[in-house]
């Protein structure tokens, strides 16, 4: 396994404009990622092509992941033709830039629309990205967030549905807590389907605690910190995934609450402990 990091970890930095995806890939480096994972919503093709090129093949590291941020669950076709052009434009990236991993999401509850309606439009929405990615030798992951794809049962079923070589899991260690779920067991229904992996863990606090994720269940409440240090069970994941053979990314999705850089940078050094092997290659 080698140990990538998701630019989401630093979202701050992107989003004010500090950082572009080559200040990213920099800072990635000087922390002992491998790899990054990078986002269609801090792309513009235009300008970050050429300076991603240059800053991979200054730092060695690869392009782990190219995450689209698509949402099928809109009201009008055109929107879900948008959500359709963004996962294909992020296939087309990955090629270009030597990824073979694209992530993709199902889509968030909007008021109005019912849940088997959403359902039916994702599925039909995956059905025909997955078709565009197999032609391109891509293969979309789809991560268990939200909804209708938050629990592995609903991540299994849309995967069984698609019925495409070109759709599995990017099976993410900490959003099954926010759905009320234990990663462990999540591992066994999905572990068959599993390409991509988010390192991302939560810990379990008071409600009323500062800066707190309420599980879809309401009945619990979570803060984000670094993997291994909350209770997803960082080392008993990536045991199961040893035990599978799985050869892919540990993508660094940080959301803890100490400044992203620091937070992050912990996280990498963390799982090169549960991960010795992954040093050899750093």
Known sequence: MKIGVSVWSCHHYLQDGTWTNADFIDYAASVGAQGVELLSIFWNAETDVPAVREALARTGLELACFGACNDFVRPSEAERAAALADIKNSVDMAALLGARIVRV??????????????????????????????????????????????????????????????????????????????????????????????????????????????????????????????????????????????????????????EQKAGTAKAVKLLHGLVPDSKKHA
């Open 105 to 258: 999401f199902a889509g968030d509850v909007k008021d109005g629309i019912g849940y088997d309606q959403g359902k039916t439009w994702i599925a039909q929405g995956l059905t025909e990205a997955a078709a565009y990615a197999q032609s391109r030798d891509i293969v979309l992951c789809l991560e268990n967030h939200g909804v209708f794809a938050g629990r592995s049962e609903q991540v299994l079923e849309l995967i069984r549905q698609v019925d495409s070589p070109a759709l599995r899991s990017t099976f993410d260690m900490g959003n099954f807590l926010l759905v009320d779920q234990e990663p462990g067991p999540s591992f066994q229904e999905l572990g068959p389907y599993i390409s991509h992996v988010h390192a991302k863990d939560f810990k379990r606090v008071p409600e009323g605690t500062p800066g707190t994720y309420r599980t879809l269940g309401g009945q619990a409440y979570y803060v984000g910190v670094a993997p291994t240090e909350g209770d997803a069970g960082a080392a008993d994941i990536v045991a199961r995934l040893e035990g599978i053979g799985y050869l892919g990314w540990l993508s660094v999705e940080y959301e803890g609450q100490e």
